[in-house]
């Protein structure tokens, strides 16, 4: 390139943001998604993340330099002046990147390499919400909302199952789209009404455009709505959609109670307390000899911790690994040190009646993915997986302390006066698990069914078109089955 080029190149827009922070809903802390475009002689591996990671690394307000050129999508990430950067990188056709390029046609994507259309599709996505939703002002507002009541709920991670920012963006402009009118308080309540009444794995798209048939797949198909069309929801499982519908569910509850003045805002917010919800956790303990080997180490792990999740699906008596969207850090093992968790929900094999859980195919299969797949040294890194009860979840899993153990009464609903008076006379309750020992191979005594009351709320089609009207619900009882008597075989590597 002739220096007059090199001239015209840099004078030239090439730094797009995209993600939250183009769609006006970027939080404190949060990574800031950015695009760097380069004319057709600028290389994705030589220039990009050797020339360009090189002089990132010099400069000295950059931190926490990682270069994954085997991410999905080749990313470089860092902080500049402590600002968390995901940057990508888009090879172009063009000789000369010109100032005002418009990303949004569909011919600029036509000779491009695979990775440069996907380092391109964050730009795309984002500016076509923002186009295709009717009001920005409130859906920017309700997205706030929706994105910190994620957070809260534990239920914010792409990597984990869960759904990322686009994802979430996009189930919020189609409410948009379906209630154009509604204010932000209503489309929020829209929102978990519409997904919990959704039928899943029917596909969610907000632009009609042709579909091809692999964006059809999965558990929970999200569309992404410029061309090419993507699934943004891939990574999810059954146990994470189950646990996101579980949810939606209760939002949608307490949505209910909101507008007929029962409760606040703040029940719905509320932050879930994941560690007393499961009486059998699975810990992953990662460990690192550098930070740099533990910048590589740590996402690299948490994006594969999908396939274990699948693994434990697939194990007898074990129905979903629900998975906590946090990593932690034991302070009292490894000064470089990284925990992630799954919560098991369990349930007794009906066909042969076995009532134990054996972990080690699962863990032993995962562990085979995960060292044998290039980036893992074994003399700089560190993987163990055990389980804990949840008496024995360490304290460090909770920064807010510790919650005390209650007793709780479980209120029995038969749909009388009469047996409801029988049944409190008769004093019954019923009691939390006793959980078994740290870790090795141990049994839970078994726990009773719990009858809970729950309520039921307006269906969709109840309220099609009316944004403004709620309606009184009644109560149902529902059963939960008995949980097993559990024998975990422990597999430590």
């Known amino acids: 390139m ?20 183009r769609l006006g809903v970027h ?25 360009l990671g090189d002089i990132l690394r010099e400069h000295p307000e950059v931190t926490e330099l990682a270069c994954v050129p085997s991410a999905f999508v080749p990313i470089i990430t860092f902080k500049f002046a402590d600002v968390p950067i995901d940057l990508v990188f888009a090879q172009l056709a063009e ?21 440069s259309k996907l380092s391109l599709n964050g730009c795309r996505v984002t500016d076509s919400i923002l186009r295709l939703v009717p009001e920005v002002e409130n859906f920017r507002l309700t997205l706030r909302a929706i994105k910190y009541w994620a957070k809260q709920r534990c239920l914010y991670s792409n990597k984990l199952g869960f759904l990322g920012g686009v994802s979430w963006a996009l189930l919020v402009a189609a409410v948009c789209q379906k209630y154009p009118t509604a204010p932000p308080s209503k489309l929020l309540c829209m929102f978990f009404i519409m997904w919990d009444s959704w039928n899943w794995p029917n596909a969610v798209s907000i632009n009609n455009i042709k579909q091809s048939g692999n964006n059809m797949n999965g558990v929970m198909p999200i569309i992404t709505p410029s061309y090419p069309q993507q699934n943004s929801t891939h990574n999810t499982t059954q146990s994470t959609l189950y646990q996101m519908k579980e949810e939606f569910r209760t939002s949608r509850a307490i949505c209910t109670d909101i507008d007929k003045g029962l409760t606040s805002w703040d029940a719905l917010f509320q932050k879930r307390s994941f560690f ?7 810990r992953i303990n990662l460990t690192a000899t550098s930070e740099d080997i533990m910048r590589a180490w740590e996402p690299f792990v948490e994006s594969r911790i999908r396939k274990l999740i699948g693994e434990l699906e697939k194990t007898v008596n074990v129905k979903y690994a629900i998975p906590v969207s946090a990593n932690f850090h034991d302070p009292d093992g ?58 024995k979840v360490p304290d460090f899993c909770f920064p807010d302390g510790r919650p005390k153990r209650t007793r709780k009464r479980k209120r029995v609903s038969t ?7 029988a ?11 006793a959980d ?34 709620w309606s009184a619900a009644p109560t149902t009882t529902q059963t939960t089955t008995k949980k097993p008597k559990v024998t975990l075989m422990s597999r430590k590597i």
């Open 27 to 51: 939080s404190p802390g949060a990574d800031i998604d950015t695009l760097c475009i380069g004319p057709r002689n600028i290389r994705r591996e030589d220039d990009f993340f050797n020339v």
């Open 423 to 433: 049944a409190t006379e008769a004093g019954t309750t019923a009691e939390s698990s």
């Open 276 to 282: 007393t919800e499961y009486r059998l956790y699975v």
């Open 334 to 391: 490894p000064e470089l040190n990284s925990n992630f968790f799954l919560g098991l929900i369990t349930e007794v094999n009906t066909v042969n009646g076995s009532q134990s859980i054996d972990l080690s195919l699962p863990v032993a299969n995962f562990l085979y993915l995960v060292k044998n797949s290039g980036l893992f040294q074994p003399d700089d890194m560190g993987i163990n997986i055990s389980w804990v009860s949840r008496k």
């Open 436 to 469: 078994g020992e740290a870790s090795g191979s141990t049994e839970t005594t078994e726990e009773p069914a719990e009858v809970v009351e729950v309520p039921v709320v307006p269906e969709l089609q109840e309220i099609e078109g009316a944004a403004d009207h």
């Open 95 to 115: 000789s000369v990147i010109l100032p005002g390029l418009d990303l949004s046609t569909e011919s600029i994507i036509n000779s491009i390499d695979e990775k």
């Open 415 to 421: 749909g009388t006066p009469e047996s409801k008076k």
């Open 2 to 21: 002739s220096e007059q080029l090199a001239k015209d190149a840099i004078a030239g827009n090439v730094i797009y943001t995209f993600g939250s922070f």
